[in-house]
Protein backbone atom coordinates (compact mmCIF):
# COMPACT_ATOMS: atom_id res chain seq x y z
CA UNK A 1 0.00 0.00 0.00
CA UNK A 2 1.45 3.48 -0.27
CA UNK A 3 2.59 4.58 2.92
CA UNK A 4 2.17 8.13 4.73
CA UNK A 5 4.22 10.18 2.11
CA UNK A 6 1.92 8.30 -1.08
CA UNK A 7 4.94 6.20 -2.08
CA UNK A 8 4.10 2.51 -3.25
CA UNK A 9 6.00 -0.55 -2.89
CA UNK A 10 5.59 -1.78 -6.09
CA UNK A 11 4.72 -0.16 -9.45
CA UNK A 12 3.57 -2.22 -12.51
CA UNK A 13 4.68 -0.59 -15.62
CA UNK A 14 2.69 -1.70 -18.35
CA UNK A 15 4.30 -0.02 -21.56
CA UNK A 16 7.46 0.37 -19.44
CA UNK A 17 9.99 1.36 -22.08
CA UNK A 18 8.58 4.42 -22.66
CA UNK A 19 9.65 7.16 -21.45
CA UNK A 20 7.26 8.79 -19.56
CA UNK A 21 6.78 5.36 -17.50
CA UNK A 22 10.67 5.26 -16.97
CA UNK A 23 10.75 8.50 -15.66
CA UNK A 24 8.09 7.58 -12.99
CA UNK A 25 10.14 4.76 -11.67
CA UNK A 26 13.14 7.19 -11.30
CA UNK A 27 11.17 9.84 -9.02
CA UNK A 28 10.47 6.91 -7.18
CA UNK A 29 13.81 6.10 -6.60
CA UNK A 30 13.62 7.55 -3.67
CA UNK A 31 11.84 4.40 -2.24
CA UNK A 32 14.18 1.90 -1.98
CA UNK A 33 13.30 -1.47 -2.48
CA UNK A 34 10.40 -0.83 -4.91
CA UNK A 35 9.25 -3.84 -6.74
CA UNK A 36 9.09 -2.46 -10.20
CA UNK A 37 7.41 -4.78 -12.72
CA UNK A 38 8.16 -4.44 -16.17
CA UNK A 39 5.86 -5.09 -18.60
CA UNK A 40 6.89 -4.84 -22.42
CA UNK A 41 7.94 -6.88 -25.61
CA UNK A 42 11.21 -8.43 -25.03
CA UNK A 43 14.56 -7.14 -26.22
CA UNK A 44 17.23 -5.12 -25.96
CA UNK A 45 14.95 -1.44 -25.05
CA UNK A 46 13.17 -3.93 -21.79
CA UNK A 47 17.14 -4.98 -21.01
CA UNK A 48 18.16 -1.85 -21.16
CA UNK A 49 15.43 -0.03 -18.99
CA UNK A 50 15.58 -3.43 -16.73
CA UNK A 51 19.24 -2.73 -15.96
CA UNK A 52 18.66 1.39 -16.19
CA UNK A 53 15.94 1.00 -12.60
CA UNK A 54 18.03 -1.96 -11.13
CA UNK A 55 21.16 0.95 -11.10
CA UNK A 56 18.76 2.93 -9.03
CA UNK A 57 17.86 -0.13 -6.29
CA UNK A 58 14.72 -1.32 -7.32
CA UNK A 59 13.80 -4.97 -7.82
CA UNK A 60 12.86 -5.27 -11.58
CA UNK A 61 10.68 -8.03 -12.82
CA UNK A 62 10.09 -8.53 -16.80
CA UNK A 63 7.29 -9.54 -18.32
CA UNK A 64 6.44 -9.93 -21.85
CA UNK A 65 3.30 -7.49 -23.07
CA UNK A 66 1.69 -7.35 -26.09
CA UNK A 67 -0.81 -4.36 -25.96
CA UNK A 68 -3.08 -6.08 -29.02
CA UNK A 69 -3.12 -9.29 -27.57
CA UNK A 70 -6.41 -8.86 -25.26
CA UNK A 71 -6.77 -12.05 -24.20
CA UNK A 72 -3.30 -12.66 -22.44
CA UNK A 73 -3.91 -9.34 -20.33
CA UNK A 74 -5.64 -10.49 -17.41
CA UNK A 75 -2.36 -13.75 -16.82
CA UNK A 76 -0.24 -11.10 -17.18
CA UNK A 77 -2.24 -8.86 -14.16
CA UNK A 78 -1.68 -11.89 -12.44
CA UNK A 79 1.72 -12.58 -12.95
CA UNK A 80 2.69 -9.03 -12.01
CA UNK A 81 0.64 -9.30 -8.64
CA UNK A 82 1.94 -13.00 -8.03
CA UNK A 83 5.09 -11.01 -5.87
CA UNK A 84 2.54 -9.06 -3.97
CA UNK A 85 -0.29 -6.67 -4.14
CA UNK A 86 0.00 -3.60 -7.11
CA UNK A 87 0.34 -0.27 -5.06
CA UNK A 88 0.73 1.35 -8.28
CA UNK A 89 0.26 0.45 -12.21
CA UNK A 90 0.89 3.10 -14.89
CA UNK A 91 -0.79 2.63 -18.35
CA UNK A 92 1.79 3.67 -20.30
CA UNK A 93 1.47 2.49 -24.32
CA UNK A 94 0.48 3.92 -27.11
CA UNK A 95 1.26 4.74 -30.67
CA UNK A 96 0.62 8.38 -32.16
CA UNK A 97 0.32 6.32 -35.63
CA UNK A 98 0.52 8.76 -39.43
CA UNK A 99 -2.28 11.05 -38.90
CA UNK A 100 -3.70 10.52 -42.97
CA UNK A 101 -2.79 6.94 -42.79
CA UNK A 102 -4.63 6.75 -39.66
CA UNK A 103 -8.27 7.15 -41.62
CA UNK A 104 -6.77 6.12 -45.26
CA UNK A 105 -5.62 2.87 -44.54
CA UNK A 106 -8.55 0.51 -42.74
CA UNK A 107 -5.63 -1.81 -41.34
CA UNK A 108 -3.64 1.43 -39.86
CA UNK A 109 -6.64 2.42 -38.24
CA UNK A 110 -7.80 -0.39 -36.69
CA UNK A 111 -4.20 -1.59 -35.18
CA UNK A 112 -4.32 2.51 -33.38
CA UNK A 113 -7.68 1.80 -32.06
CA UNK A 114 -6.56 -1.39 -31.14
CA UNK A 115 -3.24 -0.19 -29.34
CA UNK A 116 -4.97 2.99 -27.98
CA UNK A 117 -8.78 1.98 -27.02
CA UNK A 118 -9.06 -1.60 -27.18
CA UNK A 119 -5.84 -2.36 -25.37
CA UNK A 120 -6.08 -0.41 -22.90
CA UNK A 121 -9.63 -0.77 -21.33
CA UNK A 122 -8.35 -4.62 -21.51
CA UNK A 123 -5.87 -3.80 -19.12
CA UNK A 124 -8.12 -1.72 -17.16
CA UNK A 125 -10.52 -4.30 -16.74
CA UNK A 126 -8.43 -7.04 -15.28
CA UNK A 127 -6.46 -4.05 -13.33
CA UNK A 128 -9.86 -3.86 -11.88
CA UNK A 129 -10.32 -6.88 -10.85
CA UNK A 130 -7.12 -7.37 -8.94
CA UNK A 131 -7.96 -3.86 -7.04
CA UNK A 132 -10.99 -5.43 -5.65
CA UNK A 133 -8.97 -8.30 -4.34
CA UNK A 134 -6.74 -6.38 -2.66
CA UNK A 135 -8.90 -3.97 -1.46
CA UNK A 136 -6.64 -0.98 -2.60
CA UNK A 137 -4.03 -0.07 -5.65
CA UNK A 138 -4.20 3.23 -8.00
CA UNK A 139 -4.01 2.94 -11.49
CA UNK A 140 -2.36 5.89 -13.54
CA UNK A 141 -3.85 6.24 -17.16
CA UNK A 142 -1.64 8.31 -19.46
CA UNK A 143 -4.17 10.35 -21.32
CA UNK A 144 -3.56 12.99 -23.76
CA UNK A 145 -4.96 16.31 -24.31
CA UNK A 146 -5.73 15.05 -27.77
CA UNK A 147 -8.73 13.45 -26.60
CA UNK A 148 -10.23 16.45 -25.07
CA UNK A 149 -11.68 17.83 -28.40
CA UNK A 150 -10.93 16.07 -31.46
CA UNK A 151 -9.11 17.74 -34.06
CA UNK A 152 -8.77 17.04 -37.81
CA UNK A 153 -5.13 17.09 -37.71
CA UNK A 154 -4.89 13.93 -35.47
CA UNK A 155 -8.66 12.54 -35.29
CA UNK A 156 -8.03 9.20 -35.36
CA UNK A 157 -5.07 9.07 -32.24
CA UNK A 158 -7.60 11.85 -30.39
CA UNK A 159 -10.41 9.52 -30.82
CA UNK A 160 -9.50 6.75 -29.63
CA UNK A 161 -7.48 8.80 -26.45
CA UNK A 162 -11.15 10.00 -25.58
CA UNK A 163 -12.20 6.75 -25.52
CA UNK A 164 -9.72 5.46 -23.13
CA UNK A 165 -9.75 8.46 -20.93
CA UNK A 166 -13.86 8.18 -20.80
CA UNK A 167 -13.17 4.72 -19.59
CA UNK A 168 -10.53 5.38 -17.11
CA UNK A 169 -12.93 8.82 -15.41
CA UNK A 170 -16.13 6.13 -14.60
CA UNK A 171 -13.34 3.33 -13.89
CA UNK A 172 -12.25 5.59 -10.69
CA UNK A 173 -16.03 5.65 -10.25
CA UNK A 174 -16.40 1.91 -9.65
CA UNK A 175 -13.40 1.70 -8.15
CA UNK A 176 -14.15 3.78 -5.13
CA UNK A 177 -16.00 1.84 -3.46
CA UNK A 178 -13.62 -1.10 -3.43
CA UNK A 179 -10.84 0.66 -1.92
CA UNK A 180 -9.48 1.54 -5.46
CA UNK A 181 -8.54 4.99 -6.85
CA UNK A 182 -7.56 6.01 -10.84
CA UNK A 183 -5.89 9.07 -11.76
CA UNK A 184 -6.15 10.14 -15.48
CA UNK A 185 -3.03 12.28 -16.79
CA UNK A 186 -3.78 14.81 -19.59
CA UNK A 187 -0.28 15.91 -21.35
CA UNK A 188 0.20 18.30 -23.97
CA UNK A 189 2.96 17.47 -26.26
CA UNK A 190 5.90 15.77 -24.85
CA UNK A 191 9.61 15.18 -25.82
CA UNK A 192 9.90 11.21 -26.25
CA UNK A 193 10.97 9.09 -28.49
CA UNK A 194 7.40 8.26 -29.67
CA UNK A 195 7.15 12.51 -31.05
CA UNK A 196 10.76 11.96 -32.35
CA UNK A 197 10.80 14.06 -35.42
CA UNK A 198 7.21 15.99 -35.21
CA UNK A 199 7.11 19.92 -34.66
CA UNK A 200 6.30 20.81 -31.22
CA UNK A 201 3.39 22.12 -30.18
CA UNK A 202 3.19 25.50 -27.85
CA UNK A 203 3.39 24.40 -23.98
CA UNK A 204 5.36 20.90 -24.87
CA UNK A 205 6.54 19.33 -21.90
CA UNK A 206 9.41 16.57 -21.03
CA UNK A 207 8.82 13.07 -19.83
CA UNK A 208 10.05 14.48 -16.29
CA UNK A 209 7.65 17.08 -15.99
CA UNK A 210 4.84 14.14 -16.50
CA UNK A 211 6.14 12.09 -14.31
CA UNK A 212 6.40 15.05 -11.48
CA UNK A 213 2.32 15.18 -12.08
CA UNK A 214 2.07 11.39 -11.83
CA UNK A 215 3.77 11.06 -8.55
CA UNK A 216 2.19 14.58 -7.26
CA UNK A 217 -1.23 13.37 -7.98
CA UNK A 218 -1.15 9.66 -6.97
CA UNK A 219 0.43 11.12 -3.05
CA UNK A 220 -2.52 13.72 -3.46
CA UNK A 221 -5.29 10.85 -4.31
CA UNK A 222 -6.26 13.50 -7.29
CA UNK A 223 -8.56 12.18 -10.68
CA UNK A 224 -7.46 14.10 -13.47
CA UNK A 225 -4.27 16.33 -14.02
CA UNK A 226 -3.13 18.27 -16.76
CA UNK A 227 0.32 18.97 -17.96
CA UNK A 228 1.20 21.46 -17.64
CA UNK A 229 -1.34 22.47 -15.55
CA UNK A 230 -1.96 25.76 -18.11
CA UNK A 231 -2.98 23.16 -20.57
CA UNK A 232 -6.67 22.69 -18.40
CA UNK A 233 -7.53 26.12 -18.91
CA UNK A 234 -5.84 26.10 -22.70
CA UNK A 235 -8.40 23.78 -23.60
CA UNK A 236 -11.33 24.62 -21.14
CA UNK A 237 -11.32 27.50 -23.90
CA UNK A 238 -10.95 25.63 -27.04
CA UNK A 239 -13.64 23.10 -25.79
CA UNK A 240 -16.41 25.72 -26.63
CA UNK A 241 -15.28 27.60 -29.66
CA UNK A 242 -17.77 26.63 -32.47
CA UNK A 243 -16.83 24.36 -34.97
CA UNK A 244 -16.77 26.20 -37.77
CA UNK A 245 -14.13 28.71 -36.21
CA UNK A 246 -12.28 25.32 -34.47
CA UNK A 247 -11.76 24.01 -38.08
CA UNK A 248 -10.04 27.46 -39.16
CA UNK A 249 -8.05 27.40 -36.05
CA UNK A 250 -3.95 26.63 -36.76
CA UNK A 251 -4.10 23.32 -33.92
Do not use: C
Request: net charge neutral; glycine share 10%; proline share 5%.
Amino acid sequence: MLNALGEPQSLLLLGGTSDIALAVAEKYAASRGLRVVLAARPGPRRADAAARLAALGHTVEELDFEATDTASHPALVARAAAGGDLDVTLVAFGVLGDEEEAWRDHDAAVRLAEVNYVGPVSVGAALAEQVQRQGHGVIVFLSSVAGERVRRANFAYGASKAGADGFYLGLGEALREHGGHVLVVRPGFVHTKMTQGRDAAPLSVGPEEVADAVVAGVAARKELVWVPATMRLVMSGLRHVPRPLFRRLPI
